[in-house]
């Protein structure tokens, strides 16, 4: 049940960042983009598609704390601010808590199982 419970965290963690990069390219070359191309914007957008990718690495290699701190890097400053915006660009809020889940997930599927002995400690 465990190793289920690792590769669901996996593939939670791996669609949402998927999902993330997609949106941000999406907001950064779109046909109408939302994001003006200059500067602080353009670099913002760029460097939280990167996380991004980095985010589907750690998930697929499978590990959780690279993926709790790719949660952390890109919800604190930006994901949190469009979850609150009534705008498409919320489900990259959304999808920043996906990679949460799946941190959590993960982290708590590899943890040992405690053994009989252990229990009766």
Not at 23 to 35: C, D, E, F, Q, R
Not at 39 to 53: E, K
Request: net charge positive; with cysteine; glycine share 10%.
């Amino acid at each position: 049940m465990r190793k289920l419970n690792y590769i669901i965290g996996q593939y939670i963690g791996a669609l949402s960042g998927v999902g993330a990069y997609l949106l941000w390219n999406y907001a950064m070359w779109g046909p109408t983009s939302v994001l003006s191309l200059s500067g602080t914007s353009f670099s913002g957008a760029f460097i939280m598609s990167i996380l991004a990718i980095v985010s589907v690495i750690s998930s697929i290699r499978g590990h959780g704390a690279a993926l709790l701190l790719m949660f952390f890097v890109s919800f604190c400053p930006i994901g949190f601010f469009f979850l609150t915006e009534p705008h498409w660009l919320k489900w990259t809020g959304i999808l920043n808590l996906g990679y949460l889940l799946a941190a959590v997930i993960m982290m708590q599927a590899s943890k040992p199982a405690l053994t009989d002995s252990a229990q009766s400690d």
